[in-house]
């Protein structure tokens, strides 16, 4: 094992060792305050990235969660901003004190696909009424590409987008007080500078997976019919999905 591999454990773990000539290095009051100020980072960073879980659990249970977090799963790069994505939610999820909020992970999911939609490079997205004048052959065989902002997620056991809307700090002021509680979809879209939050149905959440896996429009439909015999929200699921700029305006070069 290299020497910064061994650091870096030493960092993690106040236990773990260095081989001799750095055994002492550990017990130096300089490395507890390294160690000290890494923790603080990576906490931070996590409490950054998650609001909405943070505001839900309160500060003080989720710096602890965080903590016991990074220690498990330090940050394999220098840049934080992506920070726990990969796991961190189901990794709260699975703390015994998390049991009486089973969405807890669906809403660290929507942190970070918030974040990801903020960051995500900007396109010009198809206008609502750019298939209207399309023929019903040409539409079927068009081939629509998501845009590069759109997140979308379908939640059937919880209303997790509900929750999540009402926690996140960008959303909170613009959520319901109150919802039903059922399954539900959303869709986070920028079309200018700022996300945009939109509920959608899962026919509409089913037919942007479709999209995203390149299949034609009408392709994506079927698809979707095959998954939901009574799906005849699919209509008024386009149109929800063009409304809310969920679609890349087709480019030269693109398949057709």
């Given at each position: 094992m290299s020497f910064q591999s061994l650091f870096a454990r030493a960092v993690r773990d106040p236990a773990a060792t260095?081989?001799?000539?750095?055994?002492?290095?550990?017990?130096?009051?300089?490395?507890?305050?390294?160690?000290?100020?890494?923790?603080?980072?990576?906490i931070d960073a996590l409490e950054a990235n998650f609001p909405a879980v943070a505001r839900l659990v309160g500060r003080e249970w989720f710096r602890s969660a965080a903590a016991l977090y990074a220690r498990a799963h330090p940050p394999?790069?220098?840049?934080?901003?992506?920070?726990?994505?990969?796991d961190f939610g189901v990794f709260v999820q699975s703390l015994p004190s998390?049991?009486?909020l089973p969405w807890l992970a669906d809403v660290a999911s929507l942190d970070g696909a918030f974040r990801a939609s903020e960051g995500a490079e900007g396109a010009a997205a198809l206008p609502a009424d750019?298939?209207?004048?399309?023929?019903?052959?040409?539409?079927?065989?068009?081939r629509l590409a998501p845009h590069p902002t759109a997140r979308w997620a379908w939640f059937e056991a919880h209303p997790a987008a509900s929750i999540w809307r009402r926690n996140h700090p960008a959303t909170a002021g613009s959520a319901?007080?109150?919802?039903?509680?059922?399954?539900?979809?959303?869709?986070l879209t920028r079309p200018q500078l700022k996300v945009q939050c939109t509920r959608v149905s899962r026919s509409a959440c089913l037919l942007l997976d479709g999209c995203a896996q390149g299949l034609p429009l009408g392709a994506a439909a079927e698809r979707v019919l095959s998954?939901?015999?009574?799906?005849?929200?699919?209509?008024?699921?386009?149109?929800?999905?063009?409304?809310?700029?969920?679609f890349r305006s087709p480019q030269p070069g693109d398949p057709t």
């Amino acid at each position: 094992m290299s020497f910064q591999s061994l650091f870096a454990r030493a960092v993690r773990d106040p236990a773990a060792t260095l081989p001799p000539p750095w055994a002492a290095l550990p017990a130096h009051p300089a490395f507890a305050v390294y160690r000290n100020t890494v923790a603080c980072a990576c906490i931070d960073a996590l409490e950054a990235n998650f609001p909405a879980v943070a505001r839900l659990v309160g500060r003080e249970w989720f710096r602890s969660a965080a903590a016991l977090y990074a220690r498990a799963h330090p940050p394999r790069t220098a840049w934080l901003h992506a920070y726990g994505d990969e796991d961190f939610g189901v990794f709260v999820q699975s703390l015994p004190s998390a049991a009486p909020l089973p969405w807890l992970a669906d809403v660290a999911s929507l942190d970070g696909a918030f974040r990801a939609s903020e960051g995500a490079e900007g396109a010009a997205a198809l206008p609502a009424d750019g298939l209207g004048a399309m023929p019903p052959e040409r539409l079927a065989a068009q081939r629509l590409a998501p845009h590069p902002t759109a997140r979308w997620a379908w939640f059937e056991a919880h209303p997790a987008a509900s929750i999540w809307r009402r926690n996140h700090p960008a959303t909170a002021g613009s959520a319901p007080a109150e919802w039903d509680w059922q399954a539900e979809g959303l869709l986070l879209t920028r079309p200018q500078l700022k996300v945009q939050c939109t509920r959608v149905s899962r026919s509409a959440c089913l037919l942007l997976d479709g999209c995203a896996q390149g299949l034609p429009l009408g392709a994506a439909a079927e698809r979707v019919l095959s998954l939901r015999a009574q799906a005849n929200d699919l209509p008024a699921a386009l149109a929800t999905l063009l409304a809310a700029g969920a679609f890349r305006s087709p480019q030269p070069g693109d398949p057709t």
